[in-house]
Structure formats: structure tokens, C-alpha cells
């Protein structure tokens, strides 16, 4: 776990600690670690960098294994636009690099093109065909792009102070307004009172 | 790395991790050790867990080294409310536990206090009993209810086929348009032509 980049990329190690840490050696995750190993070498020791990743699907994980960025030291941020792309950048100007699969270059690895693309359902796919292009075809198939984060992206503002929530009497930011946001309706829960009715509904059926 | 869950919650292996992982023991990926490990004791070896968390700020590493759950595996979602709340809740019901800090049981403990409510500068805290604090509270300053995850959160649904972005011609999710949210105007970045044009503009005064 958070190794120093490294060429050629340890990736027989690095499908240990994914799956210690995702669950399985994903191929997104795998592919994603050879993304990230290319990004990272554009900065030189001391600078500090953030990542931002254009999926949540896999490639945060290998972001997380690879680099000091994770979603909880607000260090890695996800702006789901469905891409399969990461970028890593200087957290004081936003300038940096951005690394994707460019699908041009997936036209020799056609089990690695077939899922990238999802052409095939995961009961088609031939899994060690696929891992074995992955593994094979590694940076080859990796496209990387300047960029500039915009602003508003990569400068970080303090959510000020806290208050004590009127409604469920739990601590929160205070610029979100009264009462807090989960009980201005946008809490992922179903009151306990709709499920009683629900219950008593289904109880007189 | 990804313990089982354990009473009394080992916390200065755990700070080691947390390190590791977080990039430093801050207090509230502590605290959030603690809460991971009271909600995690609610389900039977062998149920299939998903978690929520009400904030992105270290919680959500708290939850990803000591859980399956990761956001980078979709086990992990954030629901960005503001609230210092985690909760685990079985895949396939969305029915599990809620915990979270409760701000009465904070009041013996002036440091953690004073923390959680943002009421000292990062300059003011004292670290050393602040950690001494969270270490002795342990538990005791949590509060756990039941929840019923609302079906639209924890549902998966599938992103659908693929296609290629005729702008940046790189793959996405079909469904979300044509061109793909980055080039319908959502892109994180900053046009490079945008970059020139600033250039030269201050070339010129």
C-alpha cells in the first residue's frame, strides 16, 4: 500500500493490495493502477499534488492505493462525468496531468477493448485473457493530456461553523441553513413513522 | 489494514493505519474508528454490508480501512449533509444502524468538545489531550439507531452501453447525452485556448 511510483510498474504486487483493500483485483483497478503510476512520475519529489477522477467506478480505489490522496483527507475528488479518467495536480495552482485509455490504442487488445467498451456481458468476458492484456498492454494503451483545474474545483473553502440542529439535535455546518440539510428533506432515510404505516397498512390487507 | 471488527477497539494499531492510509491520525478519522467499530458489531458474520456516510471529511477513510467498503467498490456512498454519521445497513434490505457523535454525551469532555463543535482555531487545540480524550471516550460519546436506507440510494442501477464522445472522443456512459457531461459544458478543467488568451492578454498590458 502507498507505494513510490515505480517503471516497470510492480503490478503483480499491486493485485495483492487491491484486493486487500477493494475486494478483487477489478479490472478497473488494475488498469487503473498503471494510470496512476504514469501520472504521478510528472511531479518531482516534494510537490505536493491532488488527484481528481472523472468515475467513481474503480479507478478512485487505485487513486487511493497509489498516491496520498484519499476521499477523506480531501485530497481526491470525484466529479462524476463517466469518463474513465484521472488527473493529478498541483494543489496550489491546478496545473497538472490528465490520464486516460485512449480507445484508438485498445484496437490490438480486443478482450481489454470488450470490456473497456462493454461489449461483452461479464459472463462473456475471458477473465484471465482479459487480466493477461491488461498486464501486457500496461502504459501502451494510456494517453496523457496537460490540463488546468478550474478554480472554483481545486481551491478549498472552510464550511464555517457548526451548529446544533433544532430538528434531530445533531451538530452541523451552520451556512447550510436551518434546521440542517437531512432534515430540509434531503435525508437518504425513511422515517420510522412511514414504515410503522406501512406496516399497519399491510397488516390490515 | 481492513481488521475485523473488535472489542476493545485495538486504537493505537489502529493510529498506525489511519497514518498510513489518512496521511496523519486526524481526530476525526479516531473518532471514526470508534464509530465503524460499534456499527460494524451489528451484523452476523457472513451479512453482506453496504455504508453510507453524511460527510466526505475523514470519516469516509475511517469506514474504507476498516470495512469492505470503498468508494472506488460502490459499497461506500457519501450523502454530503454536513453530519459526522456513518451507517451500515444490509445490501439487499437498506435496513442497518446509524451512528453518530451525540453532542450531550460530548459535554464531559472539553477538548473533544470543543473540537467537534468547532468552538478552538486548529491553533488553540490542545492535541495531546484532544487524543487522550477520544482514546478514553471511546464509545461512550456515541448514539446508535436503527435506519432504513430509502430504496433509490441503495439500489445499483446499471450505467448502460457505452459510446464515444464525438468531441473528446473518449468512452461514456450513453444515456448521459451526446457529447458526453464533460463536453456539454461540465468539465473540470480549463480550456487551454482560454489559458492562451490570458497569456497573451497579460503579454499585452
Not at 496550489?92 to 485509455?101: A, L, Q, Y
Not at 494510456?142 to 439535535?169: D, T
Not at 440542517?180 to 410503522?196: F, H, K, M, N, T
Request: proline residues 8%; charged residues 20%.
Amino acid at each position: 500500500m502507498k507505494k513510490e511510483p515505480s517503471f516497470p510498474f510492480p503490478f503483480d504486487e499491486y493485485i495483492k493490495d487491491a484486493e486487500t483493500f477493494h475486494g478483487f483485483a477489478a479490472p478497473g483497478l488494475l488498469v487503473g493502477g498503471f494510470m496512476v503510476n504514469k501520472a504521478i512520475r510528472h511531479f518531482p519529489a516534494g510537490v505536493l499534488y491532488e488527484a481528481l477522477c472523472e468515475t467513481s467506478k474503480c479507478l478512485p480505489d487505485a487513486i487511493q492505493l497509489l498516491t496520498p490522496c484519499t476521499i477523506g483527507n480531501g485530497r481526491l475528488r470525484i466529479v462524476s462525468l463517466g469518463r474513465f479518467a484521472l488527473s493529478l495536480f498541483n494543489k496550489d495552482t491546478g496545473s497538472g496531468v490528465r490520464v486516460f485509455p485512449d480507445p484508438i490504442k485498445l484496437d490490438p487488445w480486443l478482450e481489454l477493448k470488450a470490456w473497456y467498451m462493454k461489449l461483452k456481458t461479464k459472463h462473456e468476458q475471458d477473465l484471465n485473457l482479459l487480466f493477461s492484456q491488461i498486464k501486457q498492454a500496461g502504459e501502451e494503451i494510456l494517453k496523457q493530456q496537460p490540463i488546468q483545474i478550474k478554480p472554483e474545483v481545486y481551491r478549498k473553502i472552510s464550511r464555517g461553523p457548526m451548529a446544533l440542529c433544532p430538528v434531530c439535535m445533531e451538530t452541523y455546518p451552520a451556512a447550510t441553513g436551518i434546521p440542517c440539510l437531512a432534515c430540509q428533506g434531503e435525508s437518504p432515510y425513511v422515517a420510522w413513522a412511514d414504515i410503522c404505516l406501512e406496516i399497519k397498512i399491510k397488516a390490515k390487507c
